[in-house]
């Protein structure tokens, strides 16, 4: 599935595409594990990891995780991403759920959810390069994704 068919997807067209339970599970308690990590605040947690999961949403959206992505450079993302505290139970569900991505999606956005799951190991291991290159990987779907619908 493209990014551009992905970002027209709000949170419940999505649940309906998971074939099992477990899947569906995963992705409704990282909807709302957004919740608890906002306690700490971190708007490149929540625009980078929430935004993409959430895609078509009134509130964060796929649209914050795009922009943020066109508008900051991975060297600015990585280095608020590492500033911020990461609480372990959100990363588990955050996780948890981009893998129930990966597998139930194809396409550019199991690509997206699997840099996303080794993303947030990179900054759970404070590995900036890998970090950086993973942001830049991500800026890169980004763009084509634009080109592509203009």
């Not at 074939?19 to 700490?40: C, M, N, P």
């Not at 590492?82 to 981009?98: G, N, R, S, T």
């Not at 997206?112 to 390069?129: F, G, Y």
Request: aromatic share 10%.
């Amino acid at each position: 599935m493209k990014l551009s068919e992905w970002e027209k997807l709000d949170w419940k067209e999505i649940l309906k595409r998971f074939e099992f339970e477990h899947d569906r599970w995963s992705y409704v308690t990282a909807l709302r594990g957004q919740d608890i990590q906002d306690k700490i605040g971190n708007d490149f947690l929540k625009s980078i990891f929430t935004g993409f999961i959430r895609a078509r949403n009134p509130a964060v959206s796929i649209n914050d995780f795009k922009d943020t992505l066109t508008v900051c450079s991975a060297e600015e993302i990585v280095d608020a991403l590492f500033k911020q505290e990461v609480i372990p139970h959100w990363k588990c569900h955050m996780i948890d759920a981009l893998v129930s991505i990966k597998y139930n999606f194809s396409g550019e956005v199991s690509w997206i959810a699997d840099l996303l799951k080794t993303l947030l190991c990179a900054i759970s291991h404070h590995e900036r390069q890998e970090a950086i290159k993973i942001i830049n990987e991500l800026k890169e779907i980004v763009k084509k994704s634009k080109e592509e619908t203009k």
